[in-house]
């Protein structure tokens, strides 16, 4: 009987340790520095190819860290940067790639019905490794390829800082 109630209490301080080593995590994020020098960066790389767009760039829950807006961007280019960005960070995916995956798979045509999701290209995951920490989203080039273009340039512009 001794050894069943050592055993037992063994078993649930054991049971007990993993529940709290579970309970709290820990999590990598972007500074707003970070974020503020992927959107300059997009919106600079754009603006070198005749490109008038917005640029977000959202942290890994999809909150707004970053907006940057060049002369002359067109008004929609706001919530379509900042609905790419939320994309591409939820799904932790390209939203070039979703949009393709949805086009080409009839079960995954309902992902334009999620709230907050543009399936339009634009959009791409900031990662440290395999993480994903946040995302950014460009609109306002003339297609989202080109806008896709833009944001993986600014993620090449900071390469040395997502280590």
């Known amino acids: ?27 990598r994020n972007m500074s707003l520095e970070l974020a503020n020098q992927i959107a300059a960066s997009a ?25 940057q807006r060049a002369d002359n961007a067109g008004p929609h280019t706001l919530d379509a940067s900042r609905a790419k960005a939320f994309t591409s960070a939820s799904a932790k995916n390209a939203t070039l790639a979703i949009m393709e995956i949805s086009q080409k798979n009839p079960g995954a045509a309902n992902l334009v019905n999620i709230p ?27 297609a ?9 340039a600014a993620l090449d512009h900071v390469k040395d800082l997502l280590k």
Do not use: H
């Not at 989202?144 to 993986?152: K, P, Q, R, T």
């Open 1 to 27: 009987m001794n050894k069943t109630l050592t055993f037992a209490a063994i078993a649930l301080t054991c049971i007990a340790s993993a529940a709290n080593a579970q309970a709290v995590r820990t999590e």
């Open 43 to 67: 919106v600079a790389t754009c603006a070198t190819n005749g490109y008038a767009v917005s640029a977000t760039v959202v942290d890994r829950a999809g909150g707004v860290r970053a907006v």
């Open 116 to 142: 907050g999701y543009l399936l339009l290209g634009g959009g791409v995951p900031v990662k440290v490794g395999n993480e994903v920490i946040g995302a950014v989203g460009v609109g306002g080039a003339p």
């Open 144 to 152: 989202g390829n080109l806008d896709e273009v833009c944001a993986l």
